[in-house]
Structure formats: structure tokens, C-alpha cells
Nanobody
Framework: QVQLMESGGGSVQVGGSLTLSCAVS????????LGWFRQPPGGQPEDVAS????????YYANAVKGRFTLSQDNAKTTLYLQMNSLTPRDTAMYYC??????????????????????????WGQGTQVTVSS
């Protein structure tokens, strides 16, 4: 199964930047997307950015478009989320996640998006991002 481990979170002031990293392993042909979602304190999980592995297309939530950039290293073992112009609204636990068509049906987390909810099947332990004014 896909395994993910995040790092790089921390505390930053408004307008600052952070780069989150995610070590990815266990990706197979059935893994069709990698991405990040976040969960604000007391809130619901919400999608941040995702990469469709088949075609390399990246999607961003409207709330982060133009500020966040999703990328992979050449070996495709690390997923990055570069976050710029951070605001207190970005304060959340950030999770690296994967969608996999072979995952057990009970192994899923539904995540809110700007349109219809999406779901991920594997996710890491999360890394906290706190933005203060």
C-alpha cells in the first residue's frame, strides 16, 4: 500500500512561506493521484492540491490558487507543496494523501473541494502549519 510521511510544517507570520515535503512509497499502477488536503482546527478536511499521475495535471483549490505550488522530484519519491503569501486562514494540519483504486473500500477519507467532494485512500500523519499575524 502507499505510504506517506510529511515534514516541513511550522509557525510563520502572515505573508511568509513554507515548503512541505512528503516522502512517498508503495505507489503502484492503481495509484492515480497524489495530493495534499488540510484540516483547520475544528473544521472539516478540505482539498488543497492534487496531481493526476496519468497526465501530470495539477489541480488547486481556489483558496490557494496562485499562492501554492505542488511538485514532485524527478525520482517521484517526494511530493512538495510550496506555500507563499500565507494567511491565518491557511492554519491547519496538512496531510499528504493518495488515491488508489485497489484500496479497501473502508480505507477512505472524504475531502471537501470547490465542487464535489473527493476522497483519498491513504494519508500520512500530518504536519501542522500555523500562520500568525
Amino acid at each position: 500500500q502507499v505510504q506517506l510521511m510529511e515534514s516541513g510544517g511550522g509557525s510563520v507570520q502572515v505573508g511568509g512561506s513554507l515548503t512541505l515535503s512528503c516522502a512517498v512509497s508503495g505507489v503502484t499502477k492503481s495509484t492515480f493521484s497524489l495530493g495534499w488536503f488540510r484540516q483547520p482546527p475544528g473544521g472539516q478536511p478540505e482539498d488543497v492540491a492534487s496531481l493526476i499521475l496519468a497526465d501530470g495535471i495539477t489541480y488547486y483549490a481556489n483558496a490557494v490558487k496562485g499562492r501554492f505550488t505542488l511538485s514532485q522530484d524527478n525520482a517521484k519519491t517526494t511530493l512538495y507543496l510550496q506555500m507563499n503569501s500565507l494567511t491565518p486562514r491557511d492554519t491547519a494540519m496538512y496531510y499528504c494523501a493518495a488515491s488508489d483504486s485497489d484500496a479497501p473500500r473502508t480505507q477512505r477519507k472524504v475531502v471537501r473541494t470547490d465542487t464535489v467532494p473527493t476522497e483519498y485512500n491513504y494519508w500520512g500523519q500530518g504536519t501542522q502549519v500555523t500562520v500568525s499575524s
